[in-house]
């Protein structure tokens, strides 16, 4: 035909690199943060007031002085909430807003002040003066299984196979402890939120949340009016990393209750102290491992216990201590099994979910087995993962019974060791430390298998809205929350690619419980897959409703309608897209619809410990390079090179900055940060200045990273693409394995390094010193 | 004669304020004030630079251009600068700046809160170097932290930026003779003393000026840098009026044949390059104190005169056998910097007394010389031990030894047992290793967050093993990149 024919594709469309939506907006300095919108007239501030003590009877609370105090409006305490004062996430009703009677952390929010200016909110706040009988405290797992081990929910096991024969039988064993810190989400903007009162009932929240359904829900809740009653807005977070999945239900339930009490905005931001001394973490965990295997390093048996420092109430540690044992497998099979989790109350603040959401914490530690098993064989561990590696048709079952049928961790693996060079700067490596005395160098390559899917199966699910507007631009709107994934963006590339129009003509808008209600949280990698069918199935309706007009309109077969690059070749008449929109609404053509997709074929019995939890596997391998000063114990990642599986991307640039970021955060988890509490119970890590996340310069010297392009997932996704939110964080394991080998390398790599994490450079130092002690006392 | 405002350019806009409160900062005055809100809040204690803004002032006949952080510079200490925020680096048109425009093509972004900081960071770099290597990179940004990106593609970012544009063709390149006049034009030698609601500030027009003030009023808070004041308003809200602003005062450096001699409002920046060139063995050392903001704002004289015992000056400058000259009045009397220190929260400092300028000897020929620090994170971090070694060494035999650590006492203290123990000896590790025991005379470390005291005690020996070792010309530490 014409040289209409070589029309050029769309811009924007999937499996292509996209800028992030808002990256103009970034770098201007005008892409609008809830702190940065224009505060409505009269808009009031509030701050929390915090407990002093660890755990404690409140035995006087003298608020006088914060009343007193210049600009304060009004203090609230648990008996101005005009409904329940809780925001439990799970129901349990264990987290109140305002303690009453007893404080059980440090940092514990007691009240609320109320002022005109959040300098004045602030400084009033301080001046509350409370009167606490001391309490005994469990601060951390040991201390908590010495005052009786309380859960605070219901532990779970996981069991296949008969463990106790094979640990009988096996020829060799090894037992003890693995222990892991936790972690600071350290989002850049802290928790934040905005009330805006309305009539009768209503309020409208802004919210920095990744949950905006159960902003919504808790609102209702403490306020005791009805969800219709809610509205919550979230355009986009400065972070999120799981720290906003719950933790932003404490601030929204109060500035909701302090705008339904005065009848003004109420905007409540704490302090970067306040933030992390109030809000949850990152789970540490005590893995106590008993482990059978052979002369091989095969293992035959795992018997394992997965207890973990939940904080004082139960948040979501129980989907988190699951997740735990869910990955406590890695990517190996485990030919007879027990795992059980041990969900311990502490009297610290409530811990939470935190990008791998307990999945990094089972990860840790059967790599620590692993490690140990290829010391004590005197084998390198790269030959034990891969001795131990699932089979493809057999030696498949997971703990849960479920069968890994996508198997590619041999593949992945394979071509990393080869495109790394590993072999032979390993044997570099050796050959470096055996001729350096203080400068020693370490290697390490290591697995990640990451199940996808919420282990909760109702939460698969997800909803869109998708407006044609007819001059033929297209309004987006799903349950997604944009943290800086580029959750938004993959969605409006959906979109793109389904009506084969330009990205820019779709309009990405913020994600609101009054256009798509019931959300799941936009957690556990899940975002793009769930929305993006969601979106995608929105769009296909109308698509379908297009087709039909067009067919009927111009006398074609509906497989005469095709969707051109920005028009539409009906028989042989091209339209561009505006016009056959036009043509669409004048026809009375519905140009709106709501989409839904629920992810297929996954159940899960917990009590049974059985079920198809996951939807599929993502996959992935790093190897890491570092070089380690065995007088101080500081070091320096050298060299990381990773190889990653995210199926068919949708967006390449967006997966690759996930896995570098992933990566430095994971590193960040596994070496300099560390939480550190004082003989009080009070956490005196709560800001950078103590608490030190990777900056630039501790990014590898050398750092490559691959997707495999190769892969694409075997399961029904959109695109055939696969999660990358949480996956990547795990690559970072490689890097306190290395450092274990350079610090095994001061007694010729004969004893099992056995360093927990953090690995701070006092760590690193202890353990080589500790090795030296157990290598002289041989 | 007093000028009862503070003046300064903010962006393009000249700003007067007769209402100063002492203790503004320059993050609320943008953002509650002016309403600028691309600067954003992230830590309010000068560690995470996303509020980082470039303030320009005039340096003698120039004028440099600094990032800094807006959320503990006082808006006081801004009298006579440019300030200028992320809004001004697009076009009118509004165009993105070669630095947005680099960060947006190479995915510097991801949930964006950092990012008006890097841009700011990476805005003052590419100023002042258009094509900068990957350390130098680094190096600008150990002030601002990304939890996102992993830093890789803004580090691209940073090096592309002239294939953007041309920094001799920026704004504040190309105007820089008309905003050094504006700025000139603020400077009227007066002082500048704006009382309010809130408290007073004094901004004096010179050094005798402060002397003068600061004996009328010694109950004031004396504030160059602001990187620890600061923080005294941000997180402890505490009343620091009257305050007293000097840090554009005693910014001078003079070089001699066996000395340097810092003002004590000389920053960290302003001073590295005298002491890369003079004393090279502090170069490491000064790149690793704070992160480019701090650097650019804080002072040799404020990380001494405040008294910490893990400031990272205090010990190589009391190895090198430093002495600072404290000013009451007219008055001046020269103090030993070992003898300033008393004990924890106490100096030798008098009433209305301040510390106008450090003298510190060069390390001479025939000395070894070394400062190392131990830090949880390499950089912009606070010292969990640091030491420093001065040892002269005739016929093979200790004649010299002046040793000094921070973070292992109340105060930066000298190792007298462990020098006594070197002193008359053997330059050998037989030595070390025999004067190792005198730690434990001469420290008794703390156990806090930053590390336990049994981790402070084996790195400060392992620190003098170090020291032996390179002594010898072997590189015994970890260095990321080779000094060029």
Known sequence: ?778 | MARDTVRFYLNDALVERGDVRPDETLLDFLRLEKMLRGTKEGCAEGDCGACSVLVGRLDGEGLVYEAVNACIRFVGSLDGTHVVTVEHLAGRDGALHPVQQAMVDYHGSQCGFCTPGFVISLYGLWLENPNPSVPEVERALQGNLCRCTGYAPIVRAAQSISSYGQAAEDALNAEREAIRARLAGLRDGQRVEVRSAGGTVIVPADVDDLAAVFTEHPEATIIAGSTDVGLWVTKFMRDISPVVFIGHLMREISVSGEAITFGAGVSYTQAFGVIAEHIPQMRELFERIGGAQVRNMGTIGGNIANGSPIGDTPPPLIALGASITLRKGDARRVVKLEDFFIEYGRQDRAEGEFVEAVTVPLPRADEMFATYKISKRREEDITATLGAFRVKVADGVVAEAVIAYGGMAGTPKRANAVEAALVGKPWTMETIAAAIPAFETDYQPLTDWRASADYRMLAARNLLRRFFIESGGDVARIVRHEVA
């Open chain 1, 1 to 778: 035909m014409t040289a209409l024919d070589a029309r050029k594709p769309i811009r924007g469309g999937v499996h292509i690199s996209q800028r992030h939506d808002s990256a103009h907006k970034h770098v201007a300095g005008t892409a609008e943060y809830i702190d940065d919108m224009v505060e409505p007239t009269g808009t009031l501030h509030a701050y929390l007031g915090l407990s002093t003590s660890a755990h404690g009877e409140i035995v006087a609370i003298d608020l006088d002085a914060v009343r007193a105090a210049p600009g304060v409006v009004g203090v609230l305490t648990a008996g101005d909430v005009p409904g329940h004062n809780d925001v439990s996430p799970v129901g349990k009703h264990d987290e109140p807003i305002f303690a009453e009677g007893k404080v059980s952390f440090w940092g514990q929010p007691m009240f609320a002040v109320i002022a005109e200016t959040r300098d004045q909110a602030r400084r009033a706040a301080h001046r509350a003066k409370v009167e606490y009988r001391e309490l005994p405290f469990a601060g951390d797992v040991a201390a908590a299984r010495a005052a009786g081990g309380e859960l605070v929910t219901e532990n779970m096991t996981l069991k296949r196979g008969d463990v106790a024969a094979g640990l009988a039988s096996a020829p060799r064993r090894i037992a003890g402890t693995v222990t892991m810190g936790g972690q600071d989400h350290f989002y850049l903007e802290g928790q934040i939120a905005m009330a805006v009162p309305g009539e009768d009932d209503e309020v409208t929240l802004y919210s920095s949340t990744q949950h905006p359904s159960e902003i919504q829900h808790m609102v209702g809740h403490a306020l005791g009016v009805p969800s219709n009653a809610v509205n919550v807005i979230s355009r986009r977070m400065g972070g999120g990393f799981g720290g906003k999945e719950t933790q932003g239900n404490l601030f929204a339930v109060v500035a909701a209750i302090a705008a339904k009490k005065y009848g003004r905005a109420v905007k409540i931001r704490p302090d970067r102290d306040d933030d992390m001394t109030a809000t949850g973490k990152r789970h540490d965990f005590v893995v106590d491992y008993d482990v059978g295997y052979d002369d091989e390093g095969r293992i035959t048996a795992v018997d394992a216990v997965y207890a973990a420092r939940c904080g004082y109430a139960a948040d979501l540690s129980g989907a988190v201590t699951d997740r735990a044992l869910f990955h406590a497998d890695n990517a190996y099979f485990y030919p007879a099994v027990r795992l059980q989790s041990e969900p311990l109350r502490t009297n610290t603040v409530s811990n939470t979910a935190f990008r791998g959401f307990g999945g990094p914490q089972g990860m840790v530690a059967c790599e620590r087995w692993i490690e140990e098993i290829a010391y004590s064989l005197g084998k390198d561990p790269l030959d034990v993962r891969k001795a131990n590696f699932y089979g493809e048709g057999e030696r498949n079952v997971t703990p849960y019974h479920q069968t890994v049928t996508d198997n590619i961790i041999g593949r992945i693996v394979d071509e990393l060791e080869a495109s790394a060079d590993y072999r032979a700067r390993r044997a570099a490596i050796v050959e470096f430390n055996r001729t350096s005395p203080i400068l020693k160098r370490g290697i390490a390559l290591t697995p990640v298998k990451f199940g996808i899917s919420f282990t909760m199966t109702a939460f698969n699910q997800a909803g869109a809205l998708v407006h044609i507007y007819k001059d033929g631009s297209i309004h987006l709107n799903h349950g997604g929350t944009e943290m800086g994934q580029g959750l938004y963006v993959k969605v409006a590339q959906v979109l793109a690619d389904t009506f084969q129009v330009d990205l820019d003509k779709v309009k990405i808008t913020a994600t609101t419980t009054a256009k798509v209600p019931n959300t799941s949280a936009t957690a556990a990698s899940s975002g793009s897959d769930l929305n993006g069918m969601a979106a995608a199935n929105a769009a296909g309706q109308i698509k379908a409703r297009l087709v039909a007009f067009a067919a009927e309109k111009y006398g074609v077969a509906e497989d005469a309608v095709v969707f051109e690059p920005n028009c539409v070749l009906i028989g042989n008449q091209r339209f561009d897209w505006a016009d056959f929109i036009d043509q669409a609404y004048f026809g009375r053509v519905q140009l709106s619809a709501a989409g839904f997709y629920k992810t297929p074929d996954i159940h899960w019995d917990r009590a049974a410990g059985k079920g198809q939890p996951f939807f599929y596997f993502a996959y992935g391998a790093s190897c890491s390079e570092v070089i380690v000063d065995t007088l101080t114990g500081e070091y320096m990642v050298e060299r990381v090179d990773i190889l990653h599986d995210v199926g068919k991307s949708l967006n390449p640039a967006i997966d690759i900055g996930q896995i570098e970021g992933g990566f430095i955060q994971g590193m960040g988890w596994l070496t300099t940060e560390e939480l550190w509490w004082d003989a009080k119970g009070r956490l005196r890590t709560h800001a950078p200045s103590t608490y030190k996340i990777p900056l630039a310069s501790d990014v590898p010297k050398i750092f490559n990273i691959k997707l495999a392009e190769w892969s694409e997932n075997k399961a029904p996704t959109i695109g055939r693409s696969k999660a990358v939110g949480e996956p990547p964080f795990m690559l970072a394991m490689s890097v306190p394995e290395a450092l274990s080998m350079a610090a095994a390398s001061v007694v010729d790599y004969a004893i099992p390094p056995r360093m927990d994490t953090p690995a701070t450079p006092e760590r690193v130092l202890m353990t080589i010193e500790r090795l030296k002690r157990e290598a002289a006392a041989r």
